[in-house]
Nanobody
Framework: QVQLVESGGGLVQAGGSLRLSCAVSGRTFSRTAMAWFRQAPGKERQFVAYITGRGGSTYYADSVKGRFTVSRDDAKNTMYLQMNSLKPDDTAVYYC???????????????WGQGTQVTVSS
């Protein structure tokens, strides 16, 4: 059974940093693209960042470009999201996903984590 488990969320002041982790169990994902999405209360799920299998390429939403960095350590079966210069608008539940079924920015992935809350205070 495949499981994606996020960690690292929490409460931080605007301008601060957090590092999210996504640990994968049940199979190896080194050749599988993965991504981060987020969902704020009352809003649709939003694409944040994407990384190809083996980390060859990365893509970001315009709203986080230059502030967030996605990476992966396939030896540890783990993906990360380093978030710097956080803003109150970044407040959301962040989801780790794997196995895209369409375009990378579409929330159509085979596997989803349970989410981790990130709250940025002003």
């Amino acid at each position: 059974q495949v499981q994606l488990v996020e960690s690292g969320g929490g409460l931080v002041q605007a301008g601060g940093s957090l590092r999210l982790s996504c640990a994968v169990s049940g199979r190896t994902f080194s050749r599988t693209a993965m991504a981060w999405f987020r969902q704020a209360p009352g809003k649709e799920r939003q694409f944040v960042a994407y990384i190809t299998g083996r980390g060859g390429s990365t893509y970001y939403a315009d709203s986080v470009k230059g502030r967030f960095t996605v990476s992966r350590d396939d030896a540890k079966n783990t993906m990360y999201l380093q978030m710097n210069s956080l803003k109150p608008d970044d407040t959301a539940v962040y989801y780790c996903v794997a196995g895209p079924q369409g375009t990378y920015w579409s929330p159509s992935y085979n596997y989803w984590g349970q989410g981790t809350q990130v709250t940025v205070s002003s």
